[in-house]
């Protein structure tokens, strides 16, 4: 079975710095990977997918991540933070075929610092 | 412009007190998904219904039921809430089964608290 594992539980970050949260899978087949995004009172929302092709990824308000098979990792990042930005980011995994679930980590705190 | 609400935002039960979660979408998507996120957890699937089929994942405890009586509506029903059960109950859609290049549409959640 695939899991997904977001070591940094919170990341504190000053506005306007670049910011990088990991995300590390494993599976022993062929996966799909998703960032979703929470803003506080809200449901999750797509940042970004990679399916296949090229291994980075733009998505929406900035941010992008870089599919990297070698290091089973997925790592999102965004080059000049914004307060709007303050949020909970979890990366999902699953399996390249068939009708399977998505398989969430456990999430990362992001907070802007003014 | 919400596309999948759920009713309350917050929900207060008693120990052992049946509650009921719903959730309703207006993007006449196949799937509907129930999702529990304890604080500082994953979410984690409980079942997902594909039209009336209904999916339930093998560690879900019995006393979590769902029903979808039409494509626009999906409940959660907890028949004996425990402290345990405390949590965001959080409901998605999607076009088609499986989750697996399909985006998923999330609703704000329900938080359930037990006292």
């Known amino acids: 079975a695939q899991s997904v594992t977001q070591l940094d539980s919170q990341v504190p970050v000053f506005e306007e710095a670049p910011v990088e949260l990991r995300c590390n899978y494993s599976?022993?087949?062929?996966?799909?990977l998703f960032w979703y995004v929470q803003y506080p009172n809200q449901g999750l929302q797509l940042l970004l997918k990679y399916l296949s092709g090229s291994t980075l990824v733009k998505g929406i308000n900035g941010f992008e991540a870089e599919f990297n098979k070698s290091q089973t990792s997925f790592h999102l990042r965004k080059p000049s933070v914004h307060i709007s930005d303050t949020a909970e980011y979890f990366c999902?995994?699953?399996?390249?075929?068939?009708?399977?679930?998505?398989?969430f980590g456990t999430g990362t705190r992001l907070t802007i610092i003014p | 412009d919400a596309m999948v609400i759920q009713n309350p935002r917050y929900q207060v039960t008693q120990f052992g007190k049946p509650v009921t979660l719903s959730c309703s979408q207006t993007?006449?998507?196949?799937?509907m998904y129930w999702y529990q996120q304890k604080s500082s957890q994953a979410p984690k699937l409980l079942f997902h219904y594909y039209d009336k089929d209904f999916n339930n994942e093998a560690d879900t405890p019995d006393n979590f039921q769902s029903r979808r009586p039409n494509t626009s509506f999906c409940f959660l029903d907890i028949r004996s809430p425990g402290l345990g059960d405390a949590a965001m109950y959080l409901c998605?859609?999607?076009?088609?089964?499986?989750?697996?290049?399909?985006?998923?549409?999330f609703g704000s959640g329900t938080q359930l608290s037990v006292l």
């Open positions: 993007l006449n998507h196949n799937v």
């Open positions: 998605a859609t999607s076009r088609h089964q499986g989750a697996t290049n399909e985006k998923l549409f």
């Open positions: 999902a995994v699953s399996v390249a075929a068939g009708n399977e679930k998505l398989t």
């Open positions: 599976s022993s087949v062929s996966v799909y």
